[in-house]
């Protein structure tokens, strides 16, 4: 054709275009131009292909169209990629993978060159003509997520195993590819193809635990990604650690698993100012060391002290820290008023706060800042606006390790060198820092780049203020969080009556209820100085009524008070993960022991599981089933298949525990009734963890009829963590004893347990009594019987463990004979414990 004939050509393409799309003719003729500067045969056929693909699929041919500008900027050439563009024509519906074809394309030819380019084009057409959707998947993952630094190769490394997956099991491309792009990056390209085989294996056993795999939502392929991270894993040093801070801070710092996951960037050592979480791993030995060290510096130089707090949010116009539902401090509003720039002034007083407190820490630990210095000098600088922050806090660090900083350009940092400097003169200057600041924006998914290895965002968790230095105006700084009653609505003491001191603390909101009472009790197992005589039945203090409302039996009238008795969750946060370890040492012979028991009563024969969504083998049965209802027009579930799997008794348990203020008491074998509960309850939960059954750990405690404590430490869906073995180490007594609620409240909590058969097991030190049941034992006796004839009635079977000598005396009333057991001998209780929770599964 001559050159007329093809700029005429070209016209009458643009015509036709125009008579199918004006928008898409409008396009079009805005990309020719930049199209015809390769030439007007290249552009005739672009035209043509833009026309093609409009005509096959409009959102086809707006992409490549939009797209195209942008193609040619970054590849320099037209016709690869429109040849590419038009293979789409051999699928209806395939603009979605189009869509991401061309918004690739760009930063495929900048990352991996034309021959990467038409690889990788390759390879997504070729997925598109297994699996259309999959193509799309493919083509719309980010190039550079897809190559990281390996290029083509890394593409095809990442991509190849999943073309046996899908022939093989049929898996999507959408399944595979963003867990093997982690997987990738975490391990190395070489634990990619180890990874797929093993979830081809899982797959094949099940499809939804083998999609699960996949996508990395399973425990197991958690797991399996923790145990192969590299690194220094803290777990395996805890101890070591703990006695590197005990070694330098002269402090014991409860050290718990953090809730980072190899999917959540960088890892971090934080903190919620009683507390340090660390990470399962972190790079190196000394970067653990180092931001550990840091860490509880911000801890014990005073960065979540109250009084400083407080004067912080008064800085911004604020008198008081506001607390959260758990008392802690939430640290945005300090930085409300930057709006939009909020992350950089973040880390402008980050940097002066780990300068003040990383000076502390130079005083007291020899070659603390020569070690931090040399981890910042042998990091790579990152990339982006993070580059700046990170030269910032590497020269202050400089500034600081040497002998005599004298930098002029540093003197505004000098009064956080002073011993005196608080965090309130950080905050001071960060505000001056950043009114003359030339430091670039920052996005808050790079900030995590900003810091040196060892520091770590201070603000990253609400914060429980510390109290170190506030011991005379707010007492000995021990007082249970929990004790007080979260309650705006709380009525005042007006008669001034005394306040018993039996509870853990002073108990500052402890208010007398409106009987008239006279005369005094108690005894060892009730633990609470009471009156034996009231006016009235039992009436109780007149809260508004928050948590989870129960009734509650009265049998002076006969009937029930409807709403009557009010529980709330909570939280227990005095954790010892030192006590919890020293007691499984303790204990580990009478733990072995118990383990070889639980071994004989493992299931040793197989029993088929019907109607499950995969399985070994199909249902018969439900497969006709579903085939029929499939024919009739409904939309059957597929669970067609059988499984056989070991069979189990199908038994859940609860374990409910009396933490009342007099479990604090001496026992007669030495030490206190607590460390007793303590180990019991340990012992109970790794046996458990061996026997297999879902159960549940719970503690209870009371405050009159609305504020009744239900502590749940372990879930039936939850692990046996080391914070819920910290908890139990730390395990106190508090307030009083309404069992009849907490019954009610546990019985209600087996509507999550995955069991038909249902143990309770209650273990108490004493009857049940709270300050608001005006001396009259057996009030509260009766509503607990009828709370445990409730749950019989509910199909739970609750059995008492008592530790008091008088148990015999009302248990039977309550519980009925032979659901309960008085120990003689308290020491017995942690090797009986799970004893009796094996005999009563038989």
Not at 688 to 696: I, K, Q
Not at 700 to 705: C, E, G, L, V, W
Request: hydrophobic fraction near 40%.
């Amino acid at each position: 054709m001559t050159q007329l004939e093809i700029l005429a050509a070209i016209q009458q393409e643009l015509v036709d275009l125009e008579q199918i799309s004006f928008v898409a003719h409008r396009d079009t003729r805005e990309a020719l131009d930049a199209i015809q500067s390769q030439g007007d045969e290249i552009a005739l056929e672009w035209v043509r292909a833009c026309k093609a693909l409009f005509q096959h699929d409009r959102d086809a041919g707006k992409a490549f169209i939009r797209g195209s500008r942008a193609a040619l900027e970054a590849g320099h050439t037209v016709l690869p990629w429109t040849h590419q563009a038009l293979c789409f024509l051999q699928w209806r519906g395939s603009w979605k993978a189009l869509d991401g074809f061309m918004e690739q394309l760009p930063d495929a030819y900048r990352i991996l060159g034309s021959t990467g380019e038409a690889r990788w084009a390759e390879l997504g057409i070729a997925w598109c003509g297994r699996h259309l959707e999959s193509g799309a998947t493919y083509f719309r993952c980010p190039v550079a997520e897809l190559a990281a630094t390996h290029g083509i190769a890394g593409v095809e490394e990442l991509v190849l195993p999943a073309e046996n997956l899908f022939s093989q099991r049929r898996l999507a491309l959408a399944t595979y590819l963003p867990g093997a792009i982690r997987v990738r990056n975490l391990l190395g390209v070489e634990a990619v193809q180890p990874w797929a085989k093993r979830g081809a294996d899982i797959l094949q056993a099940g499809r939804l635990r083998g999609e699960a795999f996949f996508k990395l939502e399973s425990e197991e392929s958690m797991a399996m990604l923790l145990e192969n991270l590299p690194g220094f894993r803290t777990p395996e040093h805890q101890r070591l650690l703990q006695l590197i801070l005990y070694a330098w801070f002269g402090e014991n710092f409860d050290l718990l698993d953090g809730n980072w996951s190899p999917d959540k960037g960088r890892a971090f050592v934080e903190t919620d100012g009683a507390a340090l979480y660390l990470p399962i791993a972190l790079p190196s030995r000394e970067e653990a060391i180092l931001a550990l060290l840091h860490a509880a510096g911000h801890l014990t130089f005073h960065s979540f002290e109250r009084r400083y707090i407080e004067a912080l949010f008064h800085e911004v116009g604020r008198e008081h820290p506001p607390l959260d539902a758990d008392k802690r401090i939430t640290w945005r509003p300090l930085f409300a008023a930057f709006g939009e720039d909020m992350t950089r002034f973040q880390l402008i007083f980050d940097l002066c706060e780990d300068l003040r407190v990383d000076t502390r820490i130079g005083v007291s630990v020899p070659n603390y800042l020569a070690r931090l210095l040399a981890a910042a000098e042998a990091a790579t600088l990152p990339a982006g606006a993070a580059a700046a922050y990170f030269e910032l806090a590497r020269q202050t660090l400089r500034w600081i390790a040497s002998d005599a900083p004298q930098q002029v350009e540093m003197e505004s940092w000098r009064p956080l060198l002073n011993e005196s400097a608080t965090i309130v003169d950080a905050f001071r200057i960060a505000n001056l820092l950043y009114a003359d600041t030339n430091l670039p924006p920052m996005t808050l998914a790079e900030r995590e780049h900003a810091y040196l290895p060892g520091r770590s965002p201070n603000a990253a968790r609400p914060v429980y203020p510390r109290r170190e230095l506030d011991h005379a105006e707010f007492g000995t700084g021990t007082e249970d969080q929990d004790d007080a009653v979260k309650n705006t609505e709380i009525k005042p003491n007006p008669e001034k009556r005394e306040i018993p001191k039996q509870a853990a603390g002073e108990d500052p909101d402890f208010d007398i209820p409106p009987e008239e009472t006279t005369g005094s009790g108690g005894r060892v197992g009730v633990g609470i100085p009471q009156p034996a005589h009231v006016t009235g039945h039992a009436r109780g203090a007149e809260y508004s009524e928050k948590g989870k409302p129960y009734a509650e039996w009265d049998y002076r009238d006969g009937r029930y008070k409807r709403n009557w008795a009010w529980v709330q969750e909570k939280e227990l946060t005095e954790l010892d993960a030192n006590e919890a370890t020293r007691l499984l040492t303790q204990y580990a012979p009478a733990l072995k022991r118990l383990k070889r028991a639980i071994q004989t009563q493992k299931p040793a024969r197989m029993a088929p599981l019907r109607r499950q969504f995969d399985g070994d083998e199909l249902d018969l049965e439900a497969a006709i089933g579903y085939i029929a209802e499939k024919r009739a027009g409904m939309s059957p579930k597929a669970n067609i298949y059988r499984q056989r799997v070991m069979q189990h008794r199908d038994t859940a348990v609860t374990l409910l525990a009396d933490i009342s203020t007099s479990i604090m008491q001496s026992s007669e074998g030495g030490g206190r009734v607590v460390d007793h509960i303590r180990a019991g309850m340990l012992l109970f939960a790794e046996s458990m963890e061996e026997v297999g059954d879902p159960y549940s750990l719970a503690g209870f405690a009371s405050k009159y009829r609305d504020n009744v404590s239900y502590y749940s430490i372990k879930g039936f869906d939850q692990r046996l963590t080391p914070h819920a073995r910290a908890v139990l180490g730390g395990l106190s007594g508090r307030l009083a004893t309404r069992m009849g609620a907490a019954i009610r409240h546990a019985v209600k909590g087996f509507d999550r347990a995955p069991s038909q058969r249902r143990l309770l097991l209650i273990l108490s030190d004493g009857r049940p009594a709270d300050y608001d049941d005006g001396g009259d034992e057996r009030y509260l006796h009766e509503d607990t019987r009828m709370a445990v004839k409730e749950a019989v009635d509910a199909g739970v079977h609750p059995f008492c463990i008592t530790l008091d000598a008088a148990g015999s005396q009302y248990l039977p009333q309550i519980f009925g004979p032979g659901h309960y057991v008085v120990l003689d001998h308290i020491n017995d209780l942690p090797k009986k414990l799970p004893e009796i929770y094996l005999r009563l599964r038989k």
